[in-house]
């Protein structure tokens, strides 16, 4: 598929059959997360794989109450730690202090790389014909990752559900919110 089709066609997509999808289909998609960038080449990001009602009901019953279901989870951690002792090493330490803590981060690059791995994985998922959607970190981290046995110092940025979509129509209804132009979301030369 041609890049502009898959940035055209992405959309949140929130009602999945039920079909196990293909190993290889899901490698695809996580080779595509992978090769996001990575701030300092630090790969601060990790990702869980959740395939299966069996896995992937670890994730439901701990962070939502939503009806609707993916067969396939992938779980986008981050860790500042790993952001902050990488901008601490020779070749990224600064007169910024970004090595001394994650407070002193105005744009925490770890957040920026997460988002950039969900981003390559939602458009792999186009490009692979699937259904997908982001799905925010709001509650039950802690149970999630207990229950996963994630390390300290990792954290959640949210989730991709992947999967084929169904066809029904579980639309946001933020999409019936008018939103703002791209006159007035694009600035030129100033403000």
């Given at each position: 598929?041609e890049?502009?089709d898959?940035?055209?066609r992405r959309?949140?997509?929130?009602?999945f059959?039920?079909?196990?999808?293909?190993g290889?289909?899901?490698?695809?998609?996580?080779?595509?997360?992978?090769?996001?960038?990575t701030?300092g080449?630090?790969?601060?990001t990790?990702w869980?794989?959740?395939s299966?009602?069996?896995?992937t009901s670890?994730?439901?019953?701990?962070?939502?109450?939503?009806?609707?279901?993916?067969?396939?989870?992938?779980?986008?951690y981050?860790?500042?730690?790993?952001y902050?002792?990488?901008?601490?090493?020779?070749?990224k330490?600064?007169?910024?202090?970004?090595?001394?803590?994650?407070?002193?981060?105005?744009?925490?690059?770890w957040?920026?790389?997460?988002?950039?791995?969900?981003?390559?994985?939602?458009?792999?998922?186009?490009?692979?014909?699937?259904?997908?959607?982001?799905?925010?970190?709001f509650?039950?981290?802690?149970?999630?990752?207990?229950a996963?046995?994630?390390?300290a110092?990792?954290?959640?940025?949210?989730a991709?559900?992947l999967?084929?979509a169904d066809?029904?129509?579980h639309r946001?209804p933020?999409?019936?919110r008018?939103?703002?132009?791209?006159?007035e979301?694009?600035?030129?030369?100033?403000?």
């Amino acid at each position: 598929m041609e890049f502009g089709d898959v940035v055209r066609r992405r959309a949140m997509v929130r009602s999945f059959d039920s079909a196990p999808l293909p190993g290889e289909v899901v490698d695809r998609v996580m080779a595509a997360a992978l090769r996001a960038p990575t701030a300092g080449n630090t790969g601060g990001t990790t990702w869980v794989v959740l395939s299966g009602p069996g896995e992937t009901s670890l994730y439901w019953d701990a962070v939502t109450d939503a009806e609707w279901r993916a067969p396939v989870l992938l779980l986008a951690y981050s860790s500042a730690e790993a952001y902050v002792g990488r901008y601490g090493e020779a070749d990224k330490a600064d007169d910024l202090g970004l090595g001394s803590s994650a407070e002193a981060w105005a744009v925490p690059y770890w957040m920026g790389d997460a988002a950039f791995g969900v981003m390559s994985a939602l458009l792999a998922a186009v490009d692979e014909g699937l259904g997908a959607c982001m799905l925010g970190n709001f509650r039950g981290e802690a149970a999630l990752g207990a229950a996963l046995g994630v390390p300290a110092g990792w954290h959640l940025f949210g989730a991709v559900a992947l999967g084929f979509a169904d066809g029904a129509d579980h639309r946001s209804p933020s999409l019936d919110r008018p939103g703002p132009s791209s006159a007035e979301r694009v600035h030129r030369g100033r403000w």
